[in-house]
């Protein structure tokens, strides 16, 4: 693996960083909030200017919209992204569905589906959590039953993210329950305005309203939404896994908070004493070694793909250590912040406009979702390591 950008890829990121100079208000401090219609509409005015400039899937092959580069210019542009807790950016389609749809699905739902989440007109969600289904994804409940040219789908997802705003979501249903657990899934794709589709909204405890519980009450799909084979989605719906776990996302956020909590420490607002205080000193610095660490094993993973790997421990490996650093960093930020730092955003005497606090209160949730943070080290204990499940 290289450690530094080649010369394009340093262009590109100059050029997205003076594009987001441009496209956020000049008090952004983000992160967005899509339960929130300025931030929606901000977020699809961002996604339509990256989209007429070809950075949405700038890796994904030039017939399906995209500029066959490398994996590496993707992940430089998910990075500048996060790091400037912009909206506009589908992870949904572009990285995880998008590429899945390409190895899984057929030419005609490749050009059906890849072209629009190319020019940032559909927004997709993704269908796998259930009420009594999580870390054992393979015990999932809802039904898909086979009808004329239909399935009918019946039960429910949770915890789905965007599910209010989607028009679309792809998700995992059980097809034959009489299989063992992980067979009998198929993966297909559900129009989110089809009668029987309700959305509940989840509010999570940072007050946003970001989750959602969705039900299916009979739903028709089309047999021409499934993606792959019949019964052979665990196959299919683990691709997509991968792809998501393999994000810079916590990476480049942890890295974003760091800086500002250095920021607040030298500046006048800080008590005099953190400035000189050798502990502090101390464990800022082994912060800023865990961030750039899981970063750069971030990257490691874009290398891989761009070797034309599909990288799954060392996937899981940069989910753990981006996840769990930036857990860290926000909880010495609130440590340093002291009772103003958990002020709600708004307050007069907060200190970082409260972001920290409302931070750490959202994203409790990133050693959850994807697959926790302790499946995930079982994968790499048996996939990274070899080692025996029992």
């Known amino acids: 693996m290289r450690f530094e950008f080649t010369p394009e890829e340093s262009e590109f990121k100059s050029q997205l960083s003076s594009f987001l100079d441009d496209a956020l208000p000049a008090d952004w401090h983000g992160p967005a909030d899509e339960s929130r219609d300025d931030h929606w509409e901000l977020n699809q005015e961002i996604k339509k200017g990256l989209a007429e400039r070809g950075w949405l899937v700038m890796s994904w092959p030039k017939e399906y919209g995209g500029a066959d580069s490398s994996p590496m210019m993707n992940t430089i542009f998910a990075e500048e992204m996060a790091y400037r807790r912009a909206p506009g950016h589908d992870r949904f389609g572009t990285r995880m569905l998008g590429p899945t749809l390409m190895r899984f699905g057929t030419e005609e739902q490749r050009t059906k589906y890849l072209g629009s989440i190319a020019r940032g007109e559909i927004q997709w969600c993704q269908g796998y959590s259930e009420p009594n289904s999580g870390s054992d994804l393979a015990s999932l409940q809802t039904r898909a039953v086979e ?108 890295r974003a908070a760091l800086e500002e909590i250095i920021e607040h420490v030298q500046s006048e607002d800080a008590v005099t004493s953190t400035k000189s205080d050798p502990a502090i000193r101390i464990k800022l610095a082994e912060l800023h070694m865990e961030v750039e660490a899981a970063r750069l094993m971030c990257f490691d993973v874009a290398w891989r793909q761009g070797k034309g790997e599909i990288p799954s421990s060392e996937a899981s490996m940069s989910k753990v250590a981006a996840t769990e650093v930036y857990l860290k960093v926000l909880d010495y930020g609130l440590e340093l912040l002291g009772m103003y730092g958990v002020l709600e955003p708004g307050s007069k005497q907060a200190l970082l406009q409260g972001r920290i606090f409302k931070m750490r209160l959202f994203y409790t949730s990133g050693p959850i979702l994807a697959g926790t943070n302790e499946i995930q080290k079982n994968i790499i204990a048996q996939r990274g390591l070899g080692l025996p499940r029992k």
């Open 147 to 254: 009808d004329g040219d239909d399935f009918v789908v019946t039960g429910a997802k949770i915890w789905t993210s965007l599910a209010h705003r989607a028009d679309m979501m792809f998700m995992l249903v059980r097809t034959d329950p009489e299989a063992a657990p992980h067979r009998g899934i198929s993966l297909i794709l559900v129009d989110m305005k089809s009668p029987g589709v309700e959305v509940q909204p989840i509010v999570n405890m940072a007050g946003v309203h970001s989750f959602n519980q969705v039900v299916f009450d009979q739903v028709r799909v089309p047999k021409a939404n499934l993606i792959g084979q019949l019964n052979d989605g665990w196959r299919a719906g683990m691709t997509v896994l991968n792809f998501e776990r393999s994000g810079i996302d916590y990476a480049a956020w942890a």
